[in-house]
């Protein structure tokens, strides 16, 4: 099993529809991020969190909800999205002590892949 | 703030030949700096960074990178190339007090036999 954890691996919505991604880092990181990926394009930062608190929330349109219950666990929500929508979503993790340094490298997911139709 | 630019999206090499990714980086701060791997189908993992210290920095499967401050650069070499190095490399830099971590454009690199 690896570090981080993402399902579904793949999933298909409609413009309508409301689902949830979710991701599991059993690494006893205290930060977790979401990442999308998208062709040709760098990775955009959605949102950050450090000991469940966000700290990070990078312009993301209010169809993308994120939920940190526990420093293990980060949920994106997803609501009434758009065809451009449609990428990787990856899920990473850090393990920072005290104040954020930026050392810490980040652990991926294997991302899932999303296609609104 | 900081970007990164990644000179070649796409590098063709043959098996064996030595090879160069390019990165530079801006940034009105001090930062880390890191070269991600990302296999098919498969997130990305850590090849090597450079915190401080020696500006040569070694990685996991014979990489290393060169950090070279008066240019900006933080290219990634390798002396001898396989076929199972085909993949996607992603420089990456991350300002030393903050969770924000800047990725470039990535380079698919592709090693034919």
């Known amino acids: 099993e690896t570090g981080v954890t993402q399902t579904p691996r793949h999933l298909v919505m409609g413009m309508t529809n409301k689902k949830s991604l979710k991701c599991e880092q059993h690494?006893?990181?205290?930060?977790m991020y979401w990442y999308k990926q998208s062709a040709k394009k760098p990775l955009e930062l959605m949102f950050v969190y450090n000991f469940k608190e966000q700290t990070e929330n990078n312009s993301v349109p209010s169809r993308f909800s994120p939920e940190c219950p526990n420093s293990s666990h980060l949920f994106l929500h997803l609501h009434t999205l758009q065809p451009e929508d449609s990428a990787l979503y990856l899920c990473?993790?850090?393990?920072?002590?005290?104040?954020?340094?930026?050392?810490?490298?980040?652990?991926f997911g294997n991302g899932t892949r999303l296609t609104v139709t | 703030a900081q970007s990164v630019t990644q000179l070649d999206s796409q590098v063709p090499v043959f098996e064996e030949a030595p090879v160069e990714l390019r990165c530079n980086y801006s940034s009105s701060v001090s930062v880390y700096l890191f070269w991600y791997v990302q296999y098919p189908n498969q997130g990305l993992q850590l090849l090597l960074k450079y915190l401080s210290g020696s500006t040569l920095v070694k990685g996991i499967n014979g990489f290393e990178a060169e950090f070279n401050k008066s240019q900006t650069s933080f290219h990634l070499r390798k002396p001898s190339v396989h076929i199972s190095d085909t993949a996607e490399y992603f420089c990456?830099?991350?300002?030393?007090?903050?969770?924000?971590?800047?990725f470039g454009a990535g380079t698919r690199l592709f090693v034919k036999a």
């Open positions: 990456a830099v991350t300002d030393t007090g903050g969770f924000k971590t800047i």
């Open positions: 990473a993790s850090s393990r920072h002590e005290g104040r954020a340094t930026g050392n810490s490298p980040l652990h």
């Open positions: 690494l006893g990181h205290n930060a």
